[in-house]
T-cell receptor, first 111, second 116 residues
Framework: QQPVQSPQAVILREGEDAVINCSSS?????VHWYRQKHGEAPVFLMI?????EQKGHEKISASFNEKKQQSSLYLTASQLSYSGTYFC????????????FGTGTSLTVIP | NAGVMQNPRHLVRRRGQEARLRCSPM?????VYWYRQLPEEGLKFMVY??????IDESGMPKERFSAEFPKEGPSILRIQQVVRGDSAAYFC??????WGAGNTIYFGEGSWLTVV
């Protein structure tokens, strides 16, 4: 049930772009993205509900492809504050409304 | 403070003791989720509860772990006879209702359990 994220880790220089992917083996109702700093709780970034929907949060945006059962998170002109681990959370069409989180992508932005 | 409240934030237990972690969901939220995060690893689903009901406990270890969410009071995650491998951060999250449509889950600050 756990979605798979790629890449596992990425190192960027300030100002560079990155893409983080999240794939599920089950049909998805929604995808949620979170960022977690070391030693802190995950912080909600955005939710995507519809196929092809895109959303943005500052210079971070995401897309959701229902047919492919995947979502991508786009980080543009990365800042030092973007460093952390990014998790996608997926909601499937099963009873119970469970949220399963992806394996996580560690993002490090260096000056 | 209308956020998800967890306590204690840090807990140290000796092997064999019991650990009780408490979670008060956000105001208006009736759904609670518990996740475990081992050092340098991702969030592992443990259990999903509504008031007085366990909806999904497929992520809970079969022994020593239990969870409840009573009609009154916080949700409690109980770990009996703790072992060193139980050392982890335990996050609680809550949501307002059953299905999505804009619904997401919000995390508490976590409870860090250390077993010595």
């Amino acid at each position: 049930q756990q979605p798979v994220q790629s890449p596992q880790a990425v190192i960027l220089r300030e100002g560079e772009d990155a893409v983080i992917n999240c794939s599920s083996s089950k049909a998805l109702y929604s995808v949620h993205w979170y960022r977690q700093k070391h030693g802190e709780a995950p912080v909600f970034l955005m939710i995507l509900l519809k196929g092809g929907e895109q959303k943005g949060h500052e210079k971070i945006s995401a897309s959701f492809n229902e047919k492919k059962q995947q979502s991508s998170l786009y980080l543009t002109a990365s800042q030092l504050s973007y460093s952390g681990t990014y998790f996608c959370g997926t909601e499937t069409f099963t009873t119970g409304n469970q949220f399963y989180f992806g394996t996580g992508t560690s993002l490090t932005v260096i000056p | 403070n209308a956020g998800v409240m967890q306590n204690p934030r840090h807990l140290v237990r000796r092997r064999g003791q019991e650990a009780r972690l408490r979670c008060s969901p956000m105001k208006g939220h009736s759904h609670v989720y518990w996740y475990r995060q081992l050092p340098e690893e991702g969030l592992k689903f443990m259990v999903y509860l509504q008031k007085e009901n366990i909806i999904d406990e497929s992520g809970m270890p079969k022994e020593r772990f239990s969870a409840e969410f009573p009609k009154e009071g916080p949700s409690i995650l109980r770990i009996q006879q703790v072992v060193r491998g139980d050392s982890a951060a335990y996050f609680c999250a809550s949501s307002p209702r059953y299905w999505g449509a804009g619904n997401t889950i919000y995390f508490g600050e976590g409870s860090w359990l250390t077993v010595v």
